[in-house]
């Protein structure tokens, strides 16, 4: 007769962990570095019963533990794998290690995909390559860079409020005037009197991230994957049975080539609309000159995946100061995203959906199994009967980056030329 010990998971976590594998094989994961996998096995506790849930995040941090703990989810999907090296101990001091320790007391466990989203065909790639070679609205924005402010233009100060902070910066009103004032003797043992300064303001906005909305046909105007183009695979995977045309990354060529102005507001509208993000192009050109032909996209950090790649356009996470250098002296241009943020949109976009149909399915056949086995104990029984299947998005999860907006000053930055 089957009891309750401490050396099993919940029914519910078996099904979500074969959902996963079914869905993204850890063997379209890069093993030579990565962590995929079944990370943290929390044991069934009837007294602790988590609800028939998933938390999915891109990184598990401590709030996003929180959330998950409050929430009783039964497992936390991480992207990002919170165990990449070999541990020799599991301690309170450590914050990641003290997160895990919190999970598995109530009975939460945790599952890192990881690469094998990004190898997977419909996976990451994909969907950033979608993005790209979305269509706007006929006719596509003409986008264009902004003109630079004149220096002695103001924003009065009534026009900030509750979500931006004002910085007051003093400066000396005769510095650099080239007036001639007399030079006045202190008397003794008194300071020398001062001259008024005027104040400039600076307002800024607070730290903006992208949003944690779902981002799919019916929330924006982008039409993923609708401009004429090929695909193909930057680093193959080729002996994983049923996952043909995996592989990391994705190099994109257009039948007609593409302003990149316009590759600039899809990837804004694929990714969640963020007030901002990087982009690179080569000394001596302008934004609205530049046509692309090719794009080479990766998830996540790039540069493995992406070097030597002949694109006029790289679109990843995020690349090192001097590998964006070196992009642009060969003549490419650069977009990234802050890491994560080409990551996270993903998961309500993509995931979720997928998450939530093999679930249901492999809750069934896990349901059966269980059932199958014979004398289980009240508790067990308990657990199978639920037949309840919930795939959520944390809300708390977000890059350590956000975007902070320079709303008023005598100077807002010098244009690229």
């Not at 019963?49 to 938390?55: H, P, T």
């Not at 220096?151 to 509750?162: F, L, S």
């Not at 990766?298 to 002949?310: D, E, I, N, R, T």
Request: proline share 7%; hydrophobic share 35%.
């Amino acid at each position: 007769m089957s009891t309750y010990t401490t050396d099993r998971a919940s029914p519910f976590t078996r099904a979500v962990i074969s959902s996963m594998r079914k869905l993204y094989p850890e063997a379209l994961a890069d093993k030579s570095w990565d962590n995929t996998g079944l990370l943290l096995e929390a044991p069934f506790d009837p007294i602790r019963r988590q609800m028939n849930s998933v938390l999915l995040t891109i990184d598990l941090t401590k709030a996003v533990a929180d959330e998950a703990i409050q929430r009783k989810d039964c497992v936390v999907v991480s992207y990002h794998p919170i165990i990449f090296r070999g541990l020799k101990s599991l301690t309170l001091s450590d914050y990641q290690q003290q997160s895990l320790l919190r999970l598995a007391l109530e009975g939460i466990s945790v599952y890192s995909p990881h690469t094998a989203v990004d190898a997977a065909p419909g996976g990451l790639a994909d969907w950033l390559a979608d993005i790209v070679t979305g269509h706007l609205p006929d006719p596509e924005p003409a986008t264009h860079t902004a003109n630079p402010k004149k220096a002695e233009e103001t924003i009065p100060e009534e026009t900030t409020n509750g979500n931006e902070e004002t910085i007051s910066e003093e400066v000396d009103g005769n510095e650099g005037s080239g007036v001639q004032t007399p030079t006045e003797q202190p008397a003794e043992g008194k300071k020398k009197p001062q001259r008024p300064r005027p104040i400039m303001r600076r307002t800024y906005s607070k730290p903006t991230y992208p949003t944690h909305q779902p981002v799919d046909a019916s929330e924006t105007d982008l039409k993923t994957s609708s401009v004429a183009h090929t695909r193909s695979v930057i680093s193959p995977v080729t002996d994983v049975e049923g996952f043909e045309g995996a592989g990391m990354g994705r190099l994109i060529t257009f039948s007609e080539p593409q302003p990149l102005t316009h590759l600039v507001e899809r990837i804004a509208h694929g990714v969640g609309s963020p007030k901002g993000f990087p982009l690179a192009i080569p000394q001596g050109k302008q934004v609205e000159d530049i046509q692309i032909r090719s794009v080479g996209v990766s998830a996540g950090s790039g540069h493995s995946v992406l070097k030597g790649v002949k694109a006029d356009l790289l679109f990843t996470g995020e690349l090192s100061h001097h590998e964006a250098l070196a992009a642009t002296e060969k003549g490419q241009c650069v977009i990234t995203l802050f890491h994560s943020n080409s990551e996270r949109g993903f998961l309500s976009s993509v995931l979720r959906e997928k998450l939530t149909k093999t679930l249901k399915e492999e809750w069934e056949r896990v349901r059966r199994e269980v059932a199958e086995e014979g004398n289980l104990t009240e508790d067990w029984e308990d657990a199978v009967k639920d037949e309840d299947v919930l795939v959520e998005c944390s809300q708390q999860d977000r890059d350590p980056y956000g975007v902070v907006i320079l709303e008023s000053s005598k100077q807002e930055g010098k244009p690229m030329r």
